[in-house]
């Protein structure tokens, strides 16, 4: 059975810093790309970042520089480092691993950024 699971998520002020955790079990994760997606309120689903098997991470415009995808595939863990947050990064995080046609979706961890 397939379980992906985040965590990490919480309350933070505008300019803090949050690292969320993505464990994954019952798959060969090291050959998954891997990404963080997040949906705020009343918006459509983005992708933050991700990275792939082999090759370099990749972040939407609003996060470089800001956010760090990593992958530890010993642990079958994936993270997003969070600095300097702001307000607008107010949304709940899922992560999505994907392979070929297969894909897999954690239940979401809320990131509430306050002003």
């Known amino acids: 059975q397939v379980r992906v699971v985040e965590s990490g998520g919480g309350l933070v002020q505008s300019g803090g810093s949050l690292r969320l955790s993505c464990a994954a079990s019952?798959?060969?994760?090291?050959?998954?790309?891997v990404g963080w997606y997040r949906q705020a309120p009343g918006k459509q689903r983005e992708v933050v970042a991700s990275i792939a098997r082999e090759g370099s991470p990749n972040y939407t415009d609003s996060v470089k520089d800001r956010f760090t995808i990593s992958r530890d595939n010993a642990k079958n863990t994936v993270y997003l480092q969070m600095n300097n947050l702001k307000p607008e990064d107010t949304a709940t995080y899922y992560c999505?691993?994907?392979?070929?046609?297969?894909?897999?979706w954690g239940q979401g961890t809320q990131v509430t950024v306050s002003a």
């Open positions: 019952g798959i060969t994760f090291s050959i998954y790309t």
């Open positions: 999505y691993l994907r392979f070929v046609s297969l894909g897999y």
